[in-house]
């Protein structure tokens, strides 16, 4: 069987790619498939996106323009910086915006810290224990967390935390989700030979987790920080009872913008739209990551 | 002399060096455990404690309340209010939810060109908070002015009162949760069918097994582990629903006589609203658990059972038997 590289010398780049489509479809076992799957998919993305596109025109329209066309055209008007001009004014936006960054920055980096080292000592290291502890890690995650809120946010009161970022910063700092992830990633892709090898060198542990373990789990670790940081972004319940309007993050500052005014839509989604847009511009530099992520989690979990 | 110095100064380094080894494993996991004993172990139970006392969420704890604050739940019509309403959003969403990511997974698992593109499409609405979620569809959803209303009066049939009536309300909120959660779900059954070895695949087509009757007994059956894995997560989580039923108006109660109020919402109006009782709300949260525990383990028994009953495997099985 020839090459796709011989093929390009041969036949020229049209062969060569005739035979790499043949034999990617050979991979993937199949023929390409016809217009009905297209059109089905084409509708699903359209459910997927119309919601957002909804909110955007919303955002760029005006309340009584709402009130007379529930069904707004698909041509965006042009009022949306003045209704983002009115978040400003209505909520603390900015200071909200910075409290969601400091957040879940913190949150994904404590998390991919923790649960790497911890990932790292269950996959590779051997200890007393290890296999109940591990148990005892994935049992955690079927807790609901709701069960504990009472006491948590007693606690936090009690230490004087309240409507303060370190109560929300706090309980997300490691995740039994992350340990797993980095378990099962380090157990595969990191080398007992190379950890050998770094300790016959003379590396202490620590030593050791920084120069080898670390950088092999890069790819995981970056999945993790990305999962961590989209749920700490969209996290409301604790944030909304913990920290209160006085100190919002962006999820409670929506909130607020509900319901401290008579309900005008075009205000509320003008908020809605500031609040998704960082996290779809990230969607579309880091979207591939999080698909391969979800699968890669799906296979192993 | 030199030597001796040298060697024991190596046992030393020795020393310390096993030391190492043999503590490391435990200074690594102790982050976790330390964490999760401050902010998972020691809340469960102290919520325990909470729930049988007199616990203000200003005032504090104001002694003894024996069984008082469980009576109160079990004995109040907007605790099963709220637990029928919890069920049956969860229901609304985790069914129709699993059938869709299923099918949109199988035509995903074709070979598609610009496959992540489609991929990346579905996942969309996974970095939408559902906060933002539920502040759009409860637009959509307006009993007034709201867009499908609009369509319905529009092609001349009666509009639905999402918000005013209970099931309508309920279909609106489960559409927030299954907007937000059919595509990751597709993905993991997309890996889990492109984990499914061809040979089986094909084995049933040179069998003559149609595509459909392919699908449904080859591909489904051996997406179990999968789906249980998927019915499990979305139980833990459907049952403590909350962010989007809490903005799905903006008064946040849960509707005029709360037709769409969730558990979830209710242990937050004891607990923080004006009873301000977190004994009652800590009350709320422990038989929350106990009905999250309940329903994951029938989850998992009835999974199982449905799933295995499909398998040709299961079925000669049971037919040797006979």
């Avoid at chain 1, 970022?165 to 892709?189: C, D, K, N, R």
């Avoid at chain 2, 992540?116 to 979620?133: C, D, H, K, Q, S």
Wanted: with cysteine; charged share 10%.
């Amino acid at each position: 069987m020839s090459s796709v590289a011989t093929a390009h010398q041969l036949a020229g780049p049209g062969a060569a790619r005739a035979a790499a489509r043949r034999r990617a479809r050979m991979q993937s076992g199949g023929r390409r498939p016809g217009w009905v799957t297209y059109t089905l998919l084409a509708l699903v993305l359209l459910i997927s996106a119309y919601p957002l596109y909804f909110a955007f025109l919303l955002a760029s329209s005006t309340a009584p323009d709402i009130a007379v066309n529930p069904i707004p055209s698909l041509i965006p008007q042009g009022h949306l910086m003045e209704n983002i001009e009115r978040v400003f004014s209505s909520v603390p936006f900015w200071s909200a915006l910075w409290n969601s960054v400091i957040v879940a920055v913190s949150v994904s980096f404590t998390t991919v810290l923790f649960s790497t080292l911890a990932g790292f000592a269950f996959a590779k290291l051997r200890f007393r224990g290890k296999r109940g502890l591990l148990a005892f890690v994935i049992g955690t995650m079927a807790i609901p967390p709701q069960l504990g809120i009472v006491p948590l946010f007693i606690v936090m009161v009690q230490l004087d935390l309240a409507g303060k970022l370190p109560a929300v910063i706090i309980p997300g700092m490691v995740s039994a989700f992350g340990v797993f992830w980095m378990t099962q990633y380090l157990t595969e892709a990191l080398p007992y030979e190379l950890i050998e090898a770094a300790r016959v060198d003379g590396c202490s542990m620590i030593r050791t987790f920084w120069h080898v373990a670390l950088p092999a789990a890069r790819p995981a670790a970056a999945m993790l920080a990305l999962f961590t940081f989209i749920s700490s972004w969209t996290q409301f319940f604790w944030p909304y009872i913990i920290l209160g309007p006085a100190n919002p993050t962006l999820p409670v500052a929506l909130q607020l913008l509900q319901s401290s005014y008579f309900k005008d839509m075009s205000l509320i989604m003008a908020g809605v739209v500031l609040a998704t847009a960082p996290l779809v511009a990230l969607f579309f530099v880091a979207g591939k990551q999080l698909v391969s992520g979800i699968m890669a989690g799906a296979v192993k979990g | 002399m030199s030597r001796s110095a040298a060697g024991s100064d190596l046992t030393v380094r020795q020393r310390l060096s096993k030391l190492d080894v043999a503590t490391a494993p435990y200074v690594y996991i102790a982050p976790f455990f330390l964490l999760f004993a401050v902010i998972g172990l020691f809340p469960m139970l102290f919520t325990a404690y909470v729930s049988t006392r007199e616990y203000g969420l200003l005032s504090g704890d104001a002694g003894p309340a024996g069984i008082d604050n469980y009576a109160f739940v079990l004995t109040n019509d907007r605790f099963f209010i709220g637990l029928r309403n919890t069920f049956s959003i969860f229901l609304l969403s985790s069914v129709p939810q699993m059938v869709a990511a299923i099918a949109i997974a199988a035509v995903l698992n074709a070979n598609l060109r610009a496959r992540t593109f489609w991929r990346m499409g579905v996942l969309l609405p996974y970095v939408v908070a559902p906060v933002a979620v539920s502040l759009i569809f409860g637009q959509i959803f307006a009993d007034q002015s709201g867009v499908i209303n609009a369509v319905l009066t529009s092609i001349g049939l009666d509009p639905i009162g999402w918000h005013s009536e209970v099931l309508p309300s309920h279909i609106a909120i489960a559409t927030m949760v299954n907007f937000r959660w059919t595509g990751y779900n597709t993905l993991i059954f997309l890996a889990a069918m492109q984990a499914i070895p061809h040979d089986v695949i094909e084995a049933a087509i040179v069998d003559g097994a149609s595509r459909w009757r392919t699908f449904w007994h080859v591909t489904v059956p051996m997406l179990r582990p999968t789906i249980m894995f998927v019915v499990i997560t979305s139980t833990i989580g459907g049952l403590q629903i909350f962010d989007e039923p809490r903005l799905y108006d903006s008064a946040g109660l849960g509707g005029n006589s709360r037709q769409w109020m969730t558990i979830a919402m209710y242990m937050y109006e004891l607990g923080w609203g004006p009873q301000r009782n977190l004994g009652r709300a800590s009350a709320v949260a422990w038989i929350l658990f106990a009905i999250v525990v309940v329903f994951a383990l029938l989850n998992f028994w009835l999974t199982s059972r449905i799933a295995t009953s499909g398998t040709p495997v299961a079925r000669s099985r049971k037919k040797a038997r006979a």
